[in-house]
């Protein structure tokens, strides 16, 4: 079992930054690819960020291209999102997660992730 935990969300103004954490004990991070995921009250868990094992891929939904950076520490088994020129509409739960199966990076199907964090509150107030 992997154990995924986030951290570095808070309350923050509309045009802040902010860094989140995810990290992990387990030996086989290097070999997952990672996402970010965020859900709003009442909607539905959207992919955010993904990144390759080896960091030399990463994807992003359209809403946030330009904004955030995902980016990874191997020998820190943790993974990053910097988020910058927030939004109030990026207010949300944001999750981590863990693709054991494509290596690659480029899953944005939340099902395609075996395994998650418990999440961390980000808000952005105008």
């Known amino acids: 079992q992997v154990q995924l935990v986030e951290s570095g969300g808070g309350l923050v103004q509309a045009g802040g930054s902010l860094r989140l954490s995810c990290s992990t004990s387990a030996r086989t991070f290097s070999s997952y690819a990672m996402g970010w995921f965020r859900q709003a009250p009442g909607q539905e868990r959207e992919f955010v960020a993904s990144?390759?094992?080896?960091?030399?891929?990463?994807y992003y939904t359209d809403s946030v291209k330009g904004r955030f950076a995902i980016s990874r520490d191997n020998a820190k088994n943790t993974v990053y999102l910097q988020m910058d020129s927030l939004k109030p509409e990026d207010t949300a739960v944001y999750y981590c997660?863990?693709?054991?199966?494509?290596?690659?990076?480029?899953?944005?199907?939340?099902?395609?992730?075996?395994?998650w964090g418990q999440g961390t509150q980000v808000t952005v107030s105008s």
């Open positions: 990144i390759s094992w080896n960091g030399d891929h990463t």
């Open positions: 997660a863990a693709d054991r199966r494509n290596s690659f990076g480029s899953t944005r199907d939340r099902f395609g992730y075996e395994y």
